[in-house]
């Protein structure tokens, strides 16, 4: 959607590594209406969808739960059969020739870990370099560079199952790197993450985003991801692509709003700033919606010139409350 | 964390290079040699994480092998009361005993986690197994192996070796070359029995019960002799579920004890074609199972 489409005509990669023309995902979900009768539903988890992304490109992929974000991934990883369509990484047919596939691509779910639970971190990466041959030399220095930037020095020992789940996401993404793949999913890397364990993982994605090789799609929930990682973002909603672009563009056609929660000395009538208004009062507390495009640091500057302010915060709009908005002309129908 | 980005002396600056070209996709004659070579590093794997815990190893061994010698005392106290047992003695169904056991707990011990493959696919893991460039069924087949499931095969072992010394056989080549045969078409049989269980699993998720009784329950079967069950019962062990391979048809022409059904002699000979047409539609239901969870993601 408004991006150039990379074509090579031959089949080929070209500059797309993740290619996926028109798929599809339907599910048959049954639902029993009698002792022996069933009756038969088909839910389309993804209804055609088309993307390209490029090498080294860094794409986050979000969208409300159940939309068909994981469906994708599981394409891509070749887990998934796609009902309909063509998907190709890296040149391969994912669902074809998985295990070939998964050589090349790394693979981190959020939800559960892909390292072997009762064993230390040390064994289960051990067991991924000769599952995955990898050269000892190249092993040994991504490992080091995993560990160093990740902390896991001191977890090295640690059987998985003792991990907290920040420790463990960190495992696992070390784990989904050390065969140097050039394609890299991560569905929902920060979940259930503390602030801590956040920001270490996004600095960690950052540095590998920056040495530009390694092509990554996100899924999350967390709009820092995106923000801080992705230059592109795409938004899946009931199966379709309903946006694909930059996010400040998302923001731009959800009309999505920030809003800054001011405290001011004592209780105000409703403030009337150029730029924002007021939704809420409470006390001395007033609540102050501006768009999400907009920077805050002038509304900011004029808040604390015209009145006595004590304390502020600025709430991020949620990607459900943007998409929500996006598409509530649509769901309404 | 900070000076991250910048390049530190000493070491190459190489961050997260592309993987290199990867090499077609090797032929079809060299994937069982892959497979096994994966299935080996995983069960080398576990062997090694078990054996950190020396005593807790020979511990859980020694209880595993006292667990099933207890077992073996049940056919022995039945021989406390009388001497034959459907016409067979203590000896010959110690031979049964032995034969059956070393046949399921050769199975266990190479496949033994095959039945918690429902639990993976209910919980989602199987999905981290999908992704890596090993198959599946070696993932889930080597997955927690243990060395100690050795316990049971050598109580088994114990048990054949008595039975020998005891037994009055008149041995030919033949039946030196039965033995082992049937030794290992048994372990087959009961390897394909355990893989249809697991293929099931991929779309019932809670088969695993249903597993355990024709697995254990055929080996419970089997380590008596066939004269003590139901026509019926040794019918459909025979036509049905081929557990009479695994040692009562063979096993007739070693004791030299009547054929259970009457069939011909070459029946005794035929547990290696048996356990081959049992594996392959193992295969098959495998191969079925596993498509049919990733056209549906369960």
Redesign the interface.
């Given at each position: 959607m408004g991006r150039t489409e990379v074509r090579d005509g031959t089949g080929g990669t070209g500059d797309a590594v993740i290619r996926l023309d028109g798929v599809c995902k339907v599910?048959?979900v049954y639902r029993r209406t009698g002792l022996l009768r069933r009756e038969r539903r088909e839910v389309r988890a993804v209804d055609g969808i088309s993307f390209e992304v490029a090498?080294g490109e860094t794409v986050g992929y979000i969208g409300p739960n159940g939309a068909g974000k994981s469906?994708t991934i599981?394409m891509l990883?070749?887990?998934?059969?796609p009902?309909g369509g063509s998907v190709r990484v890296a040149g391969i047919d994912p669902?074809r020739?998985?295990?070939?596939l998964?050589?090349?691509?790394g693979?981190v779910?959020g939800?559960?870990?892909?390292l072997?639970w009762?064993?230390?971190l040390r064994?289960s990466y051990?067991?991924v370099r000769?599952?995955?041959r990898v050269e000892p030399a190249r092993f040994r220095?991504?490992l080091?560079?995993c560990v160093d930037?990740l902390?896991l020095g001191p977890l090295l020992e640690v059987p998985v199952r003792q991990l907290s789940l920040g420790q463990r996401m960190r495992g696992d993404i070390a784990a989904a790197?050390l065969?140097?793949?050039?394609v890299l999913y991560l569905d929902e890397p920060t979940i259930g993450l503390d602030v801590i364990s956040k920001a270490?993982v996004r600095?960690f994605l950052a540095?590998?985003k920056?040495?530009g090789?390694?092509t990554v799609l996100l899924t999350t929930h967390d709009l820092t991801d995106i923000e801080q990682l992705c230059e592109r973002v795409m938004v899946i909603d009931h199966g379709r692509l309903v946006h694909d672009g930059d996010l400040a563009g998302l923001h731009a056609v959800g009309a999505s709003e920030r809003v800054l929660v001011v405290d001011f000395a004592r209780e105000l009538p409703a403030v009337d700033v150029p730029g924002a208004r007021t939704v809420r009062v409470e006390g001395p507390r007033q609540w102050l919606s501006f768009p999400a495009s907009a920077s805050a640091a002038p509304l900011v500057a004029e808040v604390a010139a015209r009145y006595p302010l004590v304390d502020l915060s600025v709430r991020e709009p949620a990607i459900e409350e943007v998409i929500a908005r996006l598409y509530g002309d649509r769901a309404s129908l | 964390m900070a000076d991250a980005g910048v390049p530190r002396a000493g070491r190459p600056v190489r961050p997260f290079p592309p993987g290199e070209p990867v090499p077609p996709e090797e032929p079809a004659w060299r994937r069982p040699a892959d497979g096994l070579r994966a299935y080996g590093l995983i069960v080398g794997m576990w062997t090694r994480s078990a054996l950190a815990y020396r005593l807790s190893f020979v511990m859980m061994t020694f209880g595993n092998g006292a667990l099933t010698a207890l077992d073996f005392a049940a056919v022995a106290i039945i021989f406390g009361h009388t001497t034959r047992l459907g016409g067979f003695s203590l000896a010959q169904t110690a031979f049964l005993y032995g034969t059956s056991g070393m046949a399921i707990g050769l199975a266990d011990l190479l496949l033994g986690s095959m039945d918690g493959l429902g639990q993976r696919v209910r919980d989602g893991t199987l999905d981290a197994m999908l992704v890596r460039p090993v198959p599946v069924f070696v993932q889930v087949a080597a997955d927690r192996f243990a060395l100690r499931r050795l316990g049971r095969v050598s109580q088994a072992a114990l048990v054949l070796a008595w039975s020998l010394s005891r037994l009055d056989v008149a041995w030919t080549p033949g039946t030196v070359l039965l033995l082992p045969v049937m030794l290992v078409s048994g372990a087959a049989i009961f390897s394909a029995v355990f893989t249809l269980g697991a293929a099931f699993q991929f779309r019932f998720g809670d088969a695993s019960e249903v597993q355990n009784s024709f697995t254990y329950g055929g080996n419970a079967l089997t380590q008596y002799p066939p004269t003590v069950f139901a026509k019926e019962l040794v019918r459909g062990a025979t036509f049905v579920v081929p557990l009479a391979f695994v040692n009562w048809l063979p096993a007739t022409l070693i004791l030299g004890t009547p054929q259970p059904l009457g069939l011909p002699r070459w029946v005794d000979w035929v547990s290696p074609l048996v356990a081959a047409a049992v594996c392959a539609a193992a295969a098959v239901a495998w191969q079925a199972g596993l498509r049919s969870y990733r056209s549906t993601g369960s």
């Open positions: 599910f048959d090498r469906t599981k990883t070749g887990i998934l059969v009902s669902s020739e998985r295990t070939r998964a050589r090349r691509i693979v779910f939800q559960r870990t892909t072997w009762d064993l230390p064994d051990d067991l000769r599952m995955y220095a991504n080091d560079r930037l902390d790197l065969h140097d793949p050039e270490k600095q540095e590998v920056a040495a090789a390694t | -």
